[in-house]
């Protein structure tokens, strides 16, 4: 496998770095989330910016308890950045509950730059990190605000109903979460049962299969925040969707290669692979 790009650094002559926004919650264990969204976004040479949605208590083991913030917070942190700084891509991860999802999505509906939407619903243990009650916001809202939506297998059927046991599940999948209105959704096939960690970004006339081989690791915490963060990264550098995601699928699969155990659990991806593997 091809070392993934980093974006461009500016000249040192004061101009800014790529700019990605994360709107997520915080994994006080490191690996997840927050955490895991601005190592990624550094280790592809990004400046990463964040909102946080939720506070955490979580560690190899699970999720032992979370408190959403207000929304008032959330839109604050929001206007903040946005208002002053910049964005040039945003990525959301964990919102917990309804209200937040609609706040985020309208905070959202008055960016120009593309959206990376991770429909975060449980956690790597099965923890539960939205309300029940919060997808239809997800639905209605937020999916229509998406450049790319990255359901895993389990969001996908809670949020269309469809169960991807195969290739061609995940097309039915991906076209009904391509329903819900984001231009493209990736439909992440890493739970499927097979040699190759297979992927399908669509947006409903295009069809990209993205392979990797499967690594034998079992410390994979934070794989799907990692990948929607990357994504968001290399969008905000200039990338097409497609072009993107295959960067992004390179640089998840290189830190899940080099996962390390923590605590007595599923350890995390190693953020810092890519520049400890140039050395």
Excluded at 167 to 187: F, K, S
Excluded at 189 to 199: F, M, Q, R
């Amino acid at each position: 496998m091809a070392l993934p790009p980093r974006v461009p650094r500016p000249a040192h002559d004061g101009s800014a770095p790529v700019r990605v926004l994360t709107v997520a919650g915080s994994d006080s264990g490191g690996g997840a989330g927050i955490q895991a969204d601005l190592k990624t976004m550094l280790a592809l040479g990004a400046h990463g910016m964040s909102v946080i949605t939720a506070v955490t208590a979580q560690n190899s083991l699970g999720v032992q308890g979370a408190w959403e913030l207000p929304a008032e917070a959330v839109r604050a942190q929001f206007r903040s950045v946005a208002d002053d700084i910049g964005v040039q891509a945003v990525k959301t991860g964990m919102l917990a509950t309804a209200e937040l999802v609609e706040t985020v999505a309208a905070l959202l509906a008055d960016l120009t730059a593309p959206v990376v939407v991770d429909p975060v619903g449980v956690s790597k243990h099965g923890d539960p990190l939205l309300a029940t009650e919060a997808l239809d916001a997800v639905r209605t809202k937020l999916l229509p605000t998406a450049t790319v939506a990255t359901p895993n297998l389990d969001e996908v059927a809670q949020l269309t109903g469809v169960r991807v046991a195969s290739e061609e599940d995940q097309r039915r999948a991906a076209g009904a979460v391509l329903g819900h209105g984001p231009r493209w959704a990736l439909i992440k096939g890493g739970h499927l049962p097979g040699g190759d960690a297979v992927d399908l970004l669509t947006d409903g006339t295009e069809e990209h299969w993205l392979r990797a081989p499967r690594q034998d690791n079992r410390h994979t915490h934070g794989t799907g925040c990692t990948l929607a963060a990357a994504i968001a990264t290399y969008l905000a550098g200039g990338y097409e969707v497609p072009e993107a995601v295959t960067a992004a699928k390179d640089y998840v699969t290189g830190a899940i290669a080099a996962g390390f155990p923590l605590g007595t659990g599923i350890g995390p991806v190693d953020h810092g692979w890519l520049r400890e593997g140039t050395g």
